[in-house]
């Protein structure tokens, strides 16, 4: 009987000896690629983290213990080890997480899975634990790559704050975040991995000294008093020892035992501790290994005896802003490029290639991303920064003191905007043309296929006065979707037929061929609809309101929440111009949205062409019953506030 069958929670890892940890460690990497191969995951991280999760499951009692991880996309081992084993759904609807969740296990406690937080949450439960009184651990485990980020050294400024407070830091240091880690604090940590530890010299230093007669003990005593001058001469970790933190290691994290020996060390110390772990990441599983881009960070589905993916899902909206990056380098040379720590995920590995000189990765840090970004801009280059929409969140104070404030020419390419899906709640992109609509001077594009990504980047990068952002979505590109005229700046999708048409479609980024669909759903009740797409939903175009005066009924359709978002901005357009028109926005309600597939997402929230072809067709027949045809008026109906 494999023994992972037998662990159903925490505890029962107690009873194993260290060859049958061992064993199990084996077990988990097998499963772990049979079962994520199937799905699509995160592999790399997780084959990395095994042995590190065993011990820590061993010397620490979750959940009185809390254990947190940052970020979460290596948590499935702890899944595995408190009770989780059914993978065959990970990251699908009804299926488990593709991170901690409170839903499911009350092992887990951070959900957000953006990176750097870790350290902040364990500050405030450890203060909360001495205030009550509680007799429990905190323990956060926190990737290389995530002690890239500001949050991380704000916080460890507070933790270290309180030297009698209990707090274990485990830095799970495989060199990497999704590519290799870089920075000066990468560099600090290179030198601690290849550096004997004060530790261990000090030890052996004490056994001779032990046995020389009078003089052994007092010199060993003055060598101790003396041992930050000491430590940073033999192993550089003065960094962590400044801010009064105590540091154990560098440790091997694929050594049960010596791991074990360190996190008990640190557990009885009564006060906050970094044990430093070398781990790989990756580990047994030679496809992983062999992949310098990533080590399979994350995986599609993939034939698990060779990491190749069983499917080709041909050109996506990564890609195509990539190469047209190239094109713009090749023809631009103040055009340069930003990344936060994921230079492949928002295809910018092949700009790097080509000109490796013109692309600063900053490390998870956003926000300084952005401000480096107007230092850029202010100095005669144009930068470019590609980040997932969901994290541009952590740098709107920079967008719009630093960026806007100063005028300042920056292109923020947004890639995963909208529903995302699989990777749940945080991950949706479903926030940022809400937020940056307060952002003054800073304009919008959301491009509605391949042709759009290259020409709306295009002319983002040709202003030089104001922040540009461009937006799109996860995963393939579809075809081309025409405009059959253009009014003001506005791509028209398709005419209506008619002199007075009955509903103006204002259709925004990917959504385009779903708004075609409405239409012709539309169409088939007798209903004439204009569809028009403003390519730049931020400012709103001029033409917007005229045209919709022509309509009986205004309808929205954007991936983004219906709060704040381009329904309301063209709203408040139409209103400013006196245009008393009923308007109806659909997007994504304000709520967090669970993880499964785009699709499954979008129908429970209504954002088909089905769901909202009916409502509108509700809507218009409302209207029927008072409207004057021939006045060309609605009487008495007031414009819907939705």
Same mark, same amino acid.
């Given at each position: 009987?494999?023994?992972?069958?037998?662990?159903?929670?925490?505890?029962?890892?107690?009873?194993?000896?260290?060859?049958?940890?061992?064993? #199990?460690?084996?077990?988990?990497?097998t499963f772990l690629v049979q079962e994520v191969s199937k799905t699509g995951g995160?592999?790399?991280?997780?084959?990395?983290?095994?042995?590190?999760?065993?011990?820590?499951?061993?010397?620490?009692?979750?959940?009185?213990?809390?254990?947190?991880?940052?970020? =979460?996309?290596?948590?499935?081992?702890?899944?595995?080890?408190?009770?989780?084993?059914?993978?065959?759904? #990970?990251?699908?609807?009804?299926?488990?997480?593709?991170?901690?969740?409170?839903?499911?296990?009350?092992?887990?406690?951070?959900?957000?899975?953006?990176?750097?937080?870790?350290?902040?949450?364990?500050?405030?439960?450890?203060?909360?634990?001495?205030?009550?009184?509680?007799?429990?651990?905190?323990?956060?485990?926190?990737?290389?790559?995530?002690?890239?980020?500001?949050?991380?050294w704000e916080a460890l400024n507070n933790i270290a704050e309180a030297r009698d407070?209990?707090?274990?830091?485990?830095?799970?240091?495989?060199?990497?975040?999704?590519?290799?880690?870089?920075?000066?604090?990468?560099?600090? #940590?290179?030198?601690?991995?290849?550096?004997?530890?004060?530790?261990?010299?000090?030890?052996?230093?004490?056994?001779?000294?032990?046995?020389?007669?009078?003089?052994?003990?007092?010199?060993?005593?003055?060598?101790?008093?003396?041992?930050?001058?000491?430590?940073?001469?033999?192993?550089?970790?003065?960094?962590?020892?400044?801010?009064?933190?105590?540091?154990?290691? !560098?440790?091997?994290?694929?050594?049960?035992?010596?791991?074990?020996? /360190?996190?008990?060390?640190?557990?009885?110390?009564?006060?906050?501790?970094?044990?430093?772990?070398?781990?790989?990441?990756?580990?047994?599983?030679? !496809?992983?290994?062999?992949?310098?881009?990533?080590?399979?960070?994350?995986?599609?589905?993939?034939?698990?005896?060779?990491?190749?993916?069983?499917?080709?899902?041909?050109? *996506?909206?990564?890609?195509?802003?990539?190469?047209?990056?190239?094109?713009?380098?090749?023809? +631009?040379?103040?055009?340069?490029?930003?990344?936060?720590?994921?230079?492949?995920?928002?295809?910018?590995?092949?700009?790097?290639?080509?000109?490796?000189?013109?692309?600063?990765?900053?490390?998870?840090?956003?926000?300084?991303?952005?401000?480096?970004?107007?230092?850029?801009?202010?100095?005669?280059?144009?930068?470019?920064?590609?980040?997932?929409?969901?994290?541009?969140?952590?740098?709107?104070?920079?967008?719009?003191?630093?960026?806007?404030?100063?005028?300042?020419?920056?292109?923020?390419?947004?890639?995963?905007?909208?529903?995302?899906?699989?990777?749940?709640?945080?991950?949706?992109?479903?926030?940022?043309?809400?937020?940056?609509?307060?952002?003054?001077?800073?304009?919008?594009?959301?491009?509605?296929?391949?042709?759009?990504?290259? /020409?709306?980047?295009?002319?983002?990068?040709?202003? *030089?006065?104001? !922040?540009?952002?461009?937006?799109?979505?996860?995963?393939?590109?579809?075809?081309?979707?025409?405009?059959?005229?253009?009014?003001? =700046?506005?791509?028209?999708?398709?005419?209506?037929?008619?002199?007075?048409?009955?509903?103006?479609?204002?259709?925004? =980024?990917?959504?385009?061929?779903?708004?075609?669909?409405?239409?012709?759903?539309?169409?088939?009740?007798?209903?004439?609809?204009?569809?028009?797409?403003?390519?730049?939903?931020?400012?709103?175009?001029?033409?917007?309101?005229?045209?919709?005066? +022509?309509?009986?009924?205004?309808?929205?359709?954007?991936?983004?929440?219906?709060?704040?978002?381009?329904?309301?901005?063209?709203?408040?357009?139409?209103?400013?111009?006196?245009?008393?028109?009923?308007?109806?926005?659909?997007?994504?309600?304000?709520?967090?949205?669970?993880?499964?597939?785009?699709?499954?997402?979008?129908?429970?929230?209504?954002l088909t062409a089905p769901d909202i072809a009916r409502q509108v067709t509700g809507?218009?027949?409302?209207?029927?019953?008072?409207?004057?045809?021939?006045?060309?008026?609605?009487?008495?109906?007031?414009?819907?506030? *939705?």
């Amino acid at each position: 009987m494999p023994l992972l069958t037998r662990i159903r929670g925490p505890r029962d890892l107690d009873r194993l000896s260290l060859e049958e940890l061992d064993q #199990l460690a084996e077990e988990i990497r097998t499963f772990l690629v049979q079962e994520v191969s199937k799905t699509g995951g995160h592999l790399g991280p997780n084959l990395g983290v095994v042995e590190l999760t065993i011990a820590l499951h061993r010397v620490f009692e979750s959940p009185k213990d809390k254990v947190l991880w940052d970020t =979460g996309h290596q948590s499935y081992v702890h899944k595995l080890l408190t009770g989780r084993q059914d993978f065959s759904r #990970l990251k699908m609807k009804g299926g488990l997480s593709g991170y901690p969740s409170q839903a499911e296990s009350e092992h887990d406690v951070i959900e957000n899975s953006h990176a750097s937080t870790v350290l902040g949450w364990a500050d405030g439960i450890a203060k909360a634990n001495q205030l009550r009184r509680q007799d429990s651990h905190v323990v956060a485990v926190i990737g290389d790559g995530a002690l890239t980020g500001g949050m991380a050294w704000e916080a460890l400024n507070n933790i270290a704050e309180a030297r009698d407070r209990p707090l274990v830091i485990v830095v799970n240091d495989n060199e990497r975040s999704y590519a290799p880690t870089i920075g000066g604090l990468a560099n600090h #940590l290179a030198t601690l991995r290849t550096t004997d530890g004060y530790e261990r010299f000090l030890a052996r230093t004490k056994d001779i000294l032990d046995r020389t007669p009078v003089v052994g003990k007092p010199l060993y005593e003055t060598l101790h008093g003396a041992k930050k001058g000491l430590k940073d001469f033999i192993a550089p970790q003065g960094m962590f020892e400044d801010l009064g933190l105590k540091y154990v290691g !560098p440790i091997d994290g694929h050594d049960i035992e010596a791991l074990e020996s /360190a996190l008990a060390r640190a557990k009885r110390f009564g006060g906050p501790v970094i044990v430093h772990c070398l781990t790989e990441k990756g580990r047994g599983y030679q !496809p992983a290994l062999q992949d310098e881009a990533d080590r399979f960070h994350a995986v599609g589905k993939i034939h698990p005896d060779t990491g190749l993916p069983i499917a080709s899902s041909g050109a *996506d909206w990564t890609s195509v802003f990539g190469e047209e990056m190239v094109r713009l380098g090749e023809e +631009r040379e103040d055009v340069v490029a930003i990344t936060a720590a994921m230079l492949q995920p928002v295809g910018l590995d092949k700009f790097a290639k080509q000109f490796p000189e013109r692309v600063y990765d900053v490390g998870i840090a956003e926000q300084h991303g952005a401000v480096s970004a107007a230092g850029l801009a202010y100095a005669g280059l144009h930068p470019v920064f590609a980040v997932y929409a969901t994290f541009l969140n952590r740098a709107f104070d920079q967008v719009l003191m630093d960026v806007a404030l100063h005028k300042c020419g920056v292109t923020f390419v947004l890639d995963r905007a909208g529903v995302t899906g699989t990777d749940g709640a945080s991950h949706n992109g479903m926030w940022d043309m809400s937020i940056l609509q307060v952002v003054p001077g800073l304009r919008l594009a959301a491009p509605r296929d391949a042709d759009q990504v290259r /020409a709306q980047l295009r002319e983002a990068v040709a202003v *030089d006065d104001a !922040p540009t952002v461009v937006r799109f979505s996860k995963g393939a590109v579809g075809p081309a979707v025409p405009a059959v005229g253009r009014i003001g =700046g506005m791509d028209v999708l398709r005419e209506p037929g008619t002199d007075r048409p009955d509903v103006l479609l204002v259709s925004v =980024g990917a959504l385009a061929p779903m708004c075609l669909e409405i239409a012709e759903l539309l169409n088939k009740q007798g209903i004439s609809t204009t569809v028009v797409d403003p390519r730049w939903v931020k400012p709103v175009d001029e033409a917007m309101a005229p045209l919709a005066e +022509r309509h009986r009924v205004v309808v929205t359709v954007e991936d983004n929440s219906r709060v704040g978002g381009v329904g309301s901005a063209v709203a408040q357009a139409l209103r400013d111009a006196g245009v008393d028109v009923p308007l109806r926005d659909f997007g994504i309600p304000p709520r967090f949205l669970d993880h499964a597939s785009r699709a499954e997402v979008m129908a429970e929230i209504g954002l088909t062409a089905p769901d909202i072809a009916r409502q509108v067709t509700g809507l218009v027949s409302k209207l029927d019953g008072r409207f004057d045809r021939t006045a060309g008026a609605v009487d008495s109906v007031e414009p819907a506030r *939705d």
